[in-house]
């Protein structure tokens, strides 16, 4: 059987989850998503009707464990505010008025001291119920690279579950949707983050 290669840090995330109790979760729709704190990365997981899950790192901690997440809740949004030994995150998770079940995510990093940062490990993981993120497989429909911008268009296969939308500007929107990739008409491409379910993601 053919697996998919993927990186060192896409291959623990499926454990780390695993291994963490959610500390926030809240229905959407038909949708549940449910905030898990796994160490060094703050991840959202979104989970379809049919049981399938995608994640989607809110922070990352740079090679150091968050110390301390509160949660605090509105009618129409989520604040959450956590440190690490190098850095304070204020991420804010907004669910604006949709048709569809739709999530915006915002994440603003304020460092300790001078970093560099070189790198970013990848910020949407599926997931299986019993298996291995390595098991799993997609289809890219539309895929934009810029210096500012990138937009990301794909549906899951194996789990099939549905497709993501992302639009990605310094923050993401995010769009979840059933079935396999059809943008149902009116779905908005906002600068800021959010995510719909049915699936489609912007950042």
């Not at 990365?41 to 989970?47: N, Q």
């Not at 008025?97 to 995510?105: C, D, I, L, N, V």
């Amino acid at each position: 059987m053919m697996i998919n290669p993927v990186t060192p840090w896409t291959a623990t995330v499926q454990a780390d989850l695993s291994d963490s109790a959610p500390i926030f979760e809240i229905d959407l729709k038909a949708y549940k998503l449910k905030i898990h704190d796994a160490g060094d990365s703050i991840w959202l997981v979104a989970i379809w009707p049919t049981d399938v899950s995608i994640a989607f790192r809110l922070a990352f901690g740079m090679n150091s464990r968050f110390e301390k997440v509160t949660i605090s809740k509105a009618p129409d949004e989520i604040l959450i505010t956590a440190s690490t030994r190098l850095a304070y995150y204020r991420t804010i998770l907004f669910f604006p008025e949709s048709p569809q079940a739709t999530f915006r995510y915002t994440t603003t990093l304020r460092t300790k001291l001078p970093l560099l940062i070189p790198f970013w490990p990848r910020d949407i993981v599926p997931l299986t119920k019993d298996g291995s993120t390595e098991n799993t497989a997609g289809k890219i429909h539309a895929k934009q690279v810029g210096s500012r911008s990138g937009q990301l268009y794909f549906s899951m296969t194996k789990p099939k579950a549905g497709s993501v939308f992302l639009f990605s500007e310094s923050y993401s929107h995010v769009t979840l949707l059933p079935g396999n990739g059809s943008i149902p008409p009116g779905n908005s491409r906002r600068r800021m983050a959010r995510a719909r379910i049915p699936v489609s993601r912007q950042c």
